[in-house]
């Protein structure tokens, strides 16, 4: 950040400390030590001293400020890249690829069976820019759906169940298929 963006950063500091003292030599003082990092970055470590519980009440460190910060030119030397998702084909930023991964395969699994066992067309595409929350909500109704319908085949309810209660046994599963089963059996 440049001298003004300091200044401007050391009013922001005053009009929540009162007791924070402004002068020349401790704008060069600052100016020193902020430049070397964005004006954006540092500005959001103020916003998050000011809503801290613990150190709201006193006036900001410096080094507290920018311990963990970025310098801007280290920023630059930061590549990103692109990575190959093998289901859809298409290339995805490396910040977004542990996300898009799970979810692509995800939505790919839900429209395929939608289409089998549904007679649906669901649009992938719609799945894919779907919030966390509604995408969440979704996929466990798909997977409700899929273990109550009687065209799935075991082994496939076998494979849900597995997904959705990692921490269950293979004895757990046989006996819940078991059950589902019975049930079926007794529709018929
Ligand atoms: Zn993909």
Redesign the pocket.
């Known amino acids: 950040m440049d001298k003004k963006e300091t200044i401007r950063f050391m009013d922001r500091i005053k009009s929540h400390y009162q007791e924070f003292v402004i002068d020349d030599f401790k704008i060069s003082e600052w100016y020193g030590k902020l430049k070397y990092y964005d004006s954006e970055d540092v500005n959001k470590k103020l916003d998050e001293h000011l809503a801290s519980e613990e150190y709201g009440d006193s006036i900001p460190k410096i080094y507290f400020l920018t311990k963990y910060l970025i310098p801007t030119e280290e920023k630059g030397k930061i590549k990103h890249y692109t990575i190959y998702?093998p289901?859809?084909?298409?290339d995805?930023p490396d910040e977004e690829i542990n996300h898009?991964?799970k979810r692509?395969y995800e939505a790919s699994t839900i429209v395929r069976d939608f289409k089998r066992y549904f007679y649906k067309n669901l649009q992938k595409s719609k799945l894919m820019s779907l919030p966390d929350e509604e995408f969440e909500k979704l996929y466990q109704e798909y997977m409700n759906k899929m273990l109550s319908c009687e065209r799935v085949e075991i082994f496939r309810k076998r494979i849900l169940i597995h997904i959705m209660y990692p921490e269950y046994t293979d004895n757990d599963i046989n006996k819940i298929i078991k059950q589902m089963v019975g049930k079926e059996e007794k529709h018929e």
């Open positions: 998702c289901k859809c084909g298409y995805i898009h991964t692509c």
